[in-house]
């Protein structure tokens, strides 16, 4: 799983990549601003969400707690309001020094927030036998929001 992550993350740089490089209009190419995206200055990003089986929907997750790791920290408002567009209310993030997948695994939460990638990476995020996956959007406004 923490390689799909990976793939995700790295599918989401090339996308971005291959964007700014988009022709200029006049016939050239753009290359000077090849950078990663981050979660606040990508046009839109889907948070790629893992749950146990018993979790049928989003809305499941009303009033529990959902792993996320410190990287998206900064990022917890939207993705938190996200979640709650999508049909969660009174869903609480949490992070831990141990990594969001390992605690889905171990039983410690129903659900962890395995990646925040492009759309398209998020489509090839692969599916874990066992697990039910939710790609969640988050809006460019909802990224802005503060806990």
Do not use: C, W
């Amino acid at each position: 799983m923490a390689a799909a992550a990976d793939v995700a993350d790295r599918m989401t740089v090339a996308t971005a990549a291959s964007d700014i490089r988009a022709n200029d209009g006049d016939g050239f190419r753009n290359t000077e601003k090849l950078k990663s995206p981050s979660a606040n200055d990508t046009d839109l990003l889907v948070a790629v969400l893992m749950a146990r089986p018993e979790i049928k929907s989003v809305s499941d997750l009303t009033g529990k707690t959902i792993a996320i790791d410190d990287r998206y920290s900064a990022s917890n408002g939207g993705v938190r309001t996200a979640i709650v567009a999508a049909g969660a209310t009174e869903v609480q993030l949490s992070k831990s020094q141990t990594t969001a997948i390992n605690r889905l695994v171990n039983g410690e939460v129903p659900a962890a927030v395995l990646a925040l990638v492009s759309a398209e990476a998020a489509m090839g995020f692969p599916e874990i036998a066992g697990f039910k996956t939710f790609h969640i959007p988050l809006s460019p406004r909802a990224l802005k929001v503060r806990p």
